[in-house]
């Protein structure tokens, strides 16, 4: 028996399947404003000293993350830089400040001084600013640093929300696996858990007042449950639960290298979502038939600038060669819930439908060309494609087209090799691109569902809400009316249609999609066996027949009754 009495929270979503066990790390969530006690004269120069204190072990904090990533070394000279000393000691002795209210009030005069600056690069510091007064402000008040980067022993990570930043500074392998309080399972965080096929549970309800640090956990995020504090024959049992999950999994694993053909003949593509190489490298070891979503954007957000045309060049080329059939890499998707640790983004009142994806690219075209000219660099190593994120219209269609071509007239100038023959295609993800997808099946080689955005967009549901993460559901009439308009518009233009939302990868609507006619379905690679089972062992013909009862419910109830989910 572990310390501390046994109590199990139940939640009804998965986001990333399988069964861990290990003590809890809870991340904190911290008050990071000033304290507004008052300073006499006589304590100016403890209050200069608590402040040189926490620069000098700012510093050194600062010093050993510079050895591992670049990011930090901006930080490091601007901890030591002598006019944010100069504004925050001369606060503390002119004005009388505490050291904690003369940081804040330093902090951001720099920051507006930086937002104001034309040169994009200095507007860029004042994120560099933010994070180097809010190390601070935890030293000055004696806040534990929750640096993700400072895990060294194997845990189940809890914390409030995880954003797609606070993951790429974390050691995965220390990481057993996620749980959260808020965010939907089509959240980036589980996205890049199911890349990783690491378990995880999101929208946990009072998982921080639950769980306290060095609880033991069993997290199993098969069946959905936390069991906090677990007895010993419960352990005992997840031990062996355990065991059958992973036996389960290589049994799928053995029959994989299998096509995806129906008992009825007809054959579907199973491809891998990846966010990285190493992604790549990990969804090469199943039997995939290629990658039909690369998520470019991991890579911008792993990085302290915008990568080069030569960095991306290197990592798409190593992923071409690795997927000989098939490499969809889609063009950088930031915005919304994905920022960039480098390049600062207004604040917006609805990100989500705000300066995201392709309308990005369209506005910051040297960052575009550079990205076009990798991926067609890499093109001429293997059989990749391009996909465009969140079309909503043919001039954005066209105008992505017309820096393509003149990316494409720059390398033959220079005599770079490139397939001149790329297939182009878009992320079906806004009802614009649904109502209008008959007219873009005609100008672009192939379409890729994306169901995470494409469910919130025509639900009108943000698909991070907690609160309304009960409405968010792919199965809504007017979804999966939407999915059977797409593949009906490409299918009539003869054009291939994936799908690289994660309903692609959900067991439940295999049946639906297969039904529907979909030819590819792209989704985390420890998916593939078990979808690929799934097909192999379903009739086309009888799919076809629930699936179009299914389109032609009224209700949620009634579209799951007509696919037995219920
Ligand atoms: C989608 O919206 O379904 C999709 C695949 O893109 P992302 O989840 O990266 O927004
Ligand atoms: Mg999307």
Redesign the pocket.
Known sequence: MWGGLMKTLSVDRIASKGIAMGNAYVLQKQDLSPENYEISANQIDSEIMKYDNAVKEAASQIEILAQKSDIFTAHLELVKDISLYGGVTNRIRNELQNAQVALDLTAAEFCAIFDSMEDEYMRERSADIKDIRNRLMRLLKGIGQTDLKSIQDKVILIAEDLAPSDTSSLNLDYILGFLTELGGV?S?VC?IARNLELPALVGVPDLLTSIHNDDFLILDAVTGKIIINPDDSTIHRYESLKQDYVNKRKELERSSFLPATTIDGRTVKICA?VGNIEDVRKATTHHIDGIG?F?S?FLYMENSHFPTEEEQFTVYKEAASLCSSELII?TL?IG?DKSLPYYKFETEENPFLGWRAIRISLELEDVFKAQLRAILRASAFGNVKIMY?MIISMEELNKANEILTACKCELEAEGLAFNPDIKVGI?I?TPAAVLCAANFAKHVDFF???????TQYVLAVDRGNKKISALYDSFHPAVVQSIKHIIDAAHAENIEVGM???FAGDEKATTLLLGLGLDEFSMAAGETANIKNIIRNSSYEKAKECAKRAAAAYTLQEVKKELSII
């Open positions: 089509t980036h996205i979502n979503l998520r954007e889609r998707d919304g994120p992320m993800e890729s569902i994306g169901t995470n955005d494409l690289c939302g994660e």
